[in-house]
């Protein structure tokens, strides 16, 4: 059973940073991919990054280019969403998500939404 847990949510104000981290509970960490999705109240659940097995590859919803880093430390069996410049928009649940071998590029829900572990969610919240 794959377990993920995640950390790291909090209440910011506009301009400032926050880091999620992921802990993921399995042997062969190293061939899922990782990604971070968020859900605002009333709205559909969506992309936001995701990173290769290898590391070697990034993938962002333009929403948050420049502004969000996905990483992963495969000894430590965990990914982290370093977000800054944080605007109130980006008030929502943050969850993660492993798919294995997952393919990074692919942003749409009904892709992840199959074959993948999620954790429980962190709420992120942005003053302005």
């Known amino acids: 059973q794959v377990q993920l847990v995640e950390s790291g949510g909090g209440f910011v104000q506009a301009g400032g940073s926050l880091r999620l981290s992921c802990a993921v509970s399995v042997s062969t960490f190293n061939r899922y991919t990782m990604a971070w999705f968020r859900q605002a109240p009333g709205k559909e659940r969506e992309f936001v990054a995701a990173?290769?097995?290898?590391?070697?590859?990034?993938y962002y919803a333009d929403s948050v280019k420049g502004r969000f880093t996905i990483s992963r430390d495969n000894a430590k069996n965990t990914a982290f969403l370093q977000m800054n410049s944080l605007k109130p928009e980006d008030t929502a649940v943050y969850y993660c998500?492993?798919?294995?071998?997952?393919?990074?590029?692919?942003?749409?829900?009904?892709?992840w939404g199959q074959g993948t572990h999620w954790g429980q969610g962190t709420q992120v919240t942005v003053s302005s």
């Open positions: 990173i290769s097995w290898k590391r070697d590859y990034t």
């Open positions: 998500a492993a798919k294995y071998f997952g393919v990074v590029d692919q942003t749409e829900y009904n892709y």
